[in-house]
């Protein structure tokens, strides 16, 4: 089994910043792509940013230049960097991991989410 947990959310005020983070656990034997989701009220779940095993990024346009992904592979961690936060950065975000577990399958886990609240 792998799991994904969230934290880091919260509500704050129209140019702050947050940091999210997505901690691993479960037999996992190798974290592959991991990426960063969320869906606002009303609307569908979009991708944010990705981050490959070996670094590689792509953010989705409206994260581009606000928000940063990183991970810490020895940690088993995904973190998300929210700058600059507007209302409409308003939803729940996920964290979603694509893994190898240690009997070798590979496997596609969802977190609960966590929420973040922009507003003035």
């Known amino acids: 089994q792998v799991q994904v947990v969230e934290s880091g959310g919260g509500s704050v005020q129209p140019g702050v910043s947050l940091r999210l983070s997505c901690a691993a656990s479960?037999?996992?034997?190798?974290?592959?792509?991991i990426g960063w989701f969320r869906q606002a009220p009303g609307k569908q779940r979009a991708l944010v940013a990705v981050?490959?095993?070996?670094?590689?990024?792509n953010y989705a346009e409206s994260a581009e230049g606000r928000f940063t992904i990183f991970r810490d592979n020895s940690k088993k961690t995904i973190s998300l960097q929210l700058n600059s936060l507007k209302p409409d950065d308003t939803a729940v975000y996920y964290c979603?991991?694509?893994?190898?577990?240690?009997?070798?399958?590979?496997?596609?886990?969802w977190g609960q989410g966590t929420l973040v609240i922009v507003s003035s």
């Open positions: 981050i490959t095993i070996i670094g590689n990024t």
């Open positions: 979603n991991a694509v893994a190898v577990t240690t009997q070798w399958r590979r496997v596609e886990v």
């Open positions: 479960g037999s996992i034997r190798r974290l592959d792509t």
